[in-house]
């Protein structure tokens, strides 16, 4: 596909500047905007939250995925340009759990039910209309599996060309969905990391758009729509804490955006939720950062864990994480292969749904803070599961031969 088939959308024009926290630094949307010019950090919009105000009721709110919340995304109000039915995810009651950790009020955010089956489809819906906002014919990025199918599904959608690397030791299964969807697709040795390198010669600029991870401004405008949906979903009243999987950071940093965005708006009661930061012990940067009272995260040597969205070495947004979750009076939590092993069959078995890895860590993680008082029972409390767990073949097999021994094990104990 040499060719944009869809036409480029318009900006909001309820956004102000493209703004770089790191240095201050402001950017109009003139012209592409990729990173800070000034010292290549991440960009965040901002937006004109009283005319947004002013325009816009919360009881009018309107469509059943995250277009809703069109008034505070970066394109203008009417169609998306590309659109694929993003968002509108269910908050699911966790009874079963919820009486096995004493939480009277435990909920799932399951993204599996999102295109390509996870919540990476928010991110480059936002991402691949930046890019056609700005002009682009081309985009690349490199992935640990979801966000190169996303990516390569709504390049499908818009017409344009996608390249992707990703860890040679990925799912077969997403490679396969990403060359469905046309994209070009590189396997690499490594984790993302390498991948990232590699991407560089491969799909260089100006001719690729890098849609990766806060390599763009608007991957994380389509992650803060997790923030405004469960507000929503909870009735205006913000639960009191989330645990969230932290590969790279987006929706994270994007629930907090959204929830001081909804303060602001006074459209929201209660105070700001804690936010959990969920990591692997075999790839956590950002609990070791946070833990040694760190402003940014060392990059993590030899990286290794089945939660394969989590296997994030260095987070380029490792400042905006950390800031996010010290803000909110969160923590950050690590969680042994096994723990969230079980985290994965204890969600099928309990609750019905098919967990991918990193979705099992946030039942583990919780188990962790019950156990040492940092989650009360009083708390109302959001997991999260970010995919469906079909992609993930490996990790199931290794967790039902887990489930499968411990069984075997309580069997010859009672025998």
Partial sequence: MAAVDAPRPSFNPRIVALDCPECGRSHDLSQPRAVCEGCGRPLLARYDLERIGAETRRDA?????LWRYR???PFAVGPATVRLGEGGTPLLPLAR???ATGIADLTLKDEAPNPTQSFKARGLALAVNGALAFGKQAIALPSAGNAGSAAAAYAAAAGIRCRITVPDDT???FAAEQRAFGAEVRLVPGTIADAGKALGPWAPAPEWWNVATFKEPFRLEGKKTLGWEIAEQC???LPDVILYPTGGGTGLVG???AFRELEALGWVEGDMPRLIAVQPTGCAPVVRAFEAGESRAKPWENAR?????????????DTLILEAIRGSGGTAVAVEEDELLEGMTDLAAHEGCFACPEGGATLAALRRLRARGDVSPRDRVVLFNTGSGLKYPEAWRMALARRAAGAAAGSGARS
């Fill in 235 to 237: 009735g205006w009243r």
């Fill in 171 to 173: 799912p077969e299964i």
């Fill in 61 to 65: 709110l309107t469509g059943s995925d």
């Fill in 305 to 317: 864990t089945a939660a394969l969205g989590l296997r994030v070495p260095g987070p380029f947004a």
């Fill in 255 to 257: 629930m907090w955006r």
């Fill in 71 to 73: 008034a505070a995304l």
């Fill in 97 to 99: 759990l919820g009486r």
